[in-house]
Each structure stands twice: as structure tokens, then as C-alpha cells.
């Protein structure tokens, strides 16, 4: 029998553990590695490959670059957003689409815990002005409180909840806003199921958690923006373009919110010029949120197993397009 074919085409600055090759080869799996930056060097190095595997955001899979993986049955996206894979070609051509979300969990979780309480708190301020040799409570003063609030979800998978389970000893009301769970699903985790526009009216702090997709595009714009109280904080750790930044600059220097905790932004770096970079009640960190020191260690081994599901013709444990037919009967 033909060993199940796999190409690594991108790692994002990672190394390969010595322990990969080894153990997928006790399977059967037979794994190539090339870092692949355009369609030509994806069709050599992955056209015959079962299974295109890849870390972060390389972009060089495309619904056009698809059509030179004649084997291809799956792509494993290492991490949890697929913005950078075509899903719904992928679909169309029989190919599953995976990913590895629980390996971020937490660490995502938990920093949208440390935005959220970095804006309230105006730590991030409070440490400019002490650097800056202004010993000063009187101009940093925090505004805002945590305890008996509203917490705003939209997109309930699990990072949002992970992250209700964690602000739930502040006594906070959870909502949240997710066309694809059910309302009783939502229910069973402890929150109250609502729509959009009364979610961004009710919230005291509104935390994204939607993947990128072309109707999560610009999602909260200005129309959302200003439905949202005054006093309420911002937290995005999904994908910078699920907001419309220009309208959020103009949100936070208005006053339509209070503040806002940014992890993501619409272009990564930013430019000298975005107007978010000199807003003092705006906490924004380099897209780090997923990264831990267990991270790079979680994301092999997750990935790994998944590898060895789809060499075992089963479904992974994260499939992001579940309905798939195969496009080629298992081995």
C-alpha cells in the first residue's frame, strides 16, 4: 500500500521537532518539508501530497493553486483561523479543511482577559506616565469597573467560552451572539443567547471572537459602533478586519465607546500614521494573544494527531467544514 503522502508548506519561522517525522513514519506517513511561497513551488512540492500541511498564515493556497493538488484530500491549517485557505472551494472539490483550535484555547482566553482589564485599569497609561517620570494618580484615573457588568460575546466557540468561564467570578450577565449555535447550546454554557444589535446595545464590554469570513467582513462598523454604550470597551483577539477601523478610530477619539483592547488589527504592522497608535484609552498588542510557552509544544502535538486521523481515513477532532464529501475514498 502507498504510504499516505503529507507536505509541510510553510512554518512560520518554526523548526521541525526531531520527534515528527519519526513518529508519523511509524504510521505510514510519509512527510516533506518546503517552505512554498508561490504556485509553482506548491505544485512541485504538494502535487501529489494527500494532505498540505501549514502554520500560520501563508497565503500561497489559493482556489487557484488548489487545482495543481491532484491527491489532495484535506489541508491542516495549524492554529485556529482558515481566512488565509479558500474553505468553500476547498469544499467544492471534496477537500476537508482542518485546524487545531484547542491548541490556543486558553492563551487566547486569557489575553483578552489582560485587554480587557489593561483598558479599565489604564495600566498600559499608568506605565507610560511612571516611565515618562509623572508619579501621578490624577492623570490616569480608572473610570470604569469590571463586577456586575455585562459581558458580550459574539462568536461562541471556545475561546469565548473559556473566556465567560473565567470572568464568571466577577459576578458578570454573559450574552452572546452566534448564528451557528443554538440558542439552547448557548444556554447549557451559562449565557443568554441574543442578536447583534441588542448585544452591542445591552454589553458593557463586547469581546469578537468570529473567524474572518465574507459576512463577518467589517462586521462592527460605524452603524454597530454607535449602538454601543458610551462607557463600553471594545476586545477583538479574532481578526482585524471583523471591525471597520477607520470607523473604530473614529468611535475612541469621539467617545461613541470608552475604550478598546486590540490584539488584531486590519493591517499588521500598523502604519506610522493609524490614528488607534495615539489614543491613550486603546491597549493594542502585536497579535500575540495565541502564544505561550506551552503554545509551539500544543500546536505540533495536535497537529501530529491530526495527521495521523486523516491518515487513518478518520474525521479530525476540528473539521472546519464538516459536510465535506471526500474527494477520494480513504486508503
Not at 85 to 107: F, Q, S, Y
Amino acid at each position: 500500500m502507498e504510504p499516505f503522502r503529507v507536505a509541510l508548506i510553510y512554518l512560520d519561522g518554526q523548526a521541525l521537532p526531531d520527534w515528527v517525522a519519526p513518529r508519523l513514519a511509524q504510521a505510514g506517513v510519509e512527510l516533506a518539508v518546503r517552505e512554498c511561497t508561490t504556485r509553482q513551488e506548491l505544485a512541485e512540492h504538494a502535487g501529489e501530497a494527500d494532505l498540505v500541511w501549514m502554520f500560520g498564515g501563508s497565503k500561497v493556497v489559493t482556489e487557484e493553486s488548489m487545482k495543481d493538488l491532484r491527491r489532495c484530500r484535506a489541508i491542516l491549517r495549524t492554529g485556529s483561523g482558515t481566512d488565509n485557505v479558500p474553505v468553500e472551494a476547498a469544499t467544492r472539490l471534496g477537500i476537508l479543511v482542518a485546524n487545531t483550535p484547542d491548541a490556543m484555547t486558553d492563551e487566547v482566553s486569557d489575553h483578552a482577559v489582560a485587554l480587557l482589564f489593561a483598558v479599565v485599569r489604564k495600566v498600559a497609561v499608568q506605565d507610560r506616565l511612571v516611565r515618562s517620570g509623572k508619579w501621578d494618580r490624577a492623570l490616569a484615573w480608572p473610570r470604569l469597573h469590571v463586577a456586575g457588568k455585562t459581558l458580550g460575546l459574539v462568536g461562541f466557540g471556545r475561546v469565548a467560552r473559556a473566556l465567560a468561564k473565567k470572568l464568571g467570578g466577577f459576578d458578570m450577565a454573559v450574552i452572546a451572539h452566534d448564528p451557528h449555535v443554538s440558542p439552547e447550546a448557548i444556554a447549557a454554557q451559562g449565557a443568554r443567547a441574543v442578536e447583534l444589535d441588542e448585544l452591542l446595545a445591552e454589553a458593557d464590554f463586547v469581546s469578537l471572537h468570529s473567524p474572518l469570513l465574507k459576512e463577518t467582513f467589517h462586521l462592527l462598523g460605524e452603524r454597530e459602533l454607535r449602538r454601543m454604550k458610551p462607557t463600553a470597551v471594545l476586545i477583538n483577539t479574532s481578526r482585524g478586519p471583523v471591525v471597520d477601523e477607520s470607523a473604530l478610530a473614529h468611535a475612541l477619539s469621539e467617545g461613541w465607546i470608552a475604550g478598546a483592547g486590540l490584539d488584531v488589527l486590519e493591517t499588521e504592522p500598523p502604519g506610522a500614521q493609524n490614528p488607534l497608535l495615539e489614543l491613550d484609552n486603546t491597549v493594542i498588542t502585536p497579535h500575540i494573544a495565541a502564544l505561550s510557552a506551552d503554545f509551539v509544544e500544543k500546536s505540533w502535538r495536535l497537529s501530529v494527531e491530526t495527521v495521523l486521523d486523516l491518515a487513518a481515513g478518520r474525521r479530525p477532532a476540528s473539521c472546519v467544514n464538516r459536510p465535506v464529501k471526500p474527494r477520494l475514498e480513504s486508503r
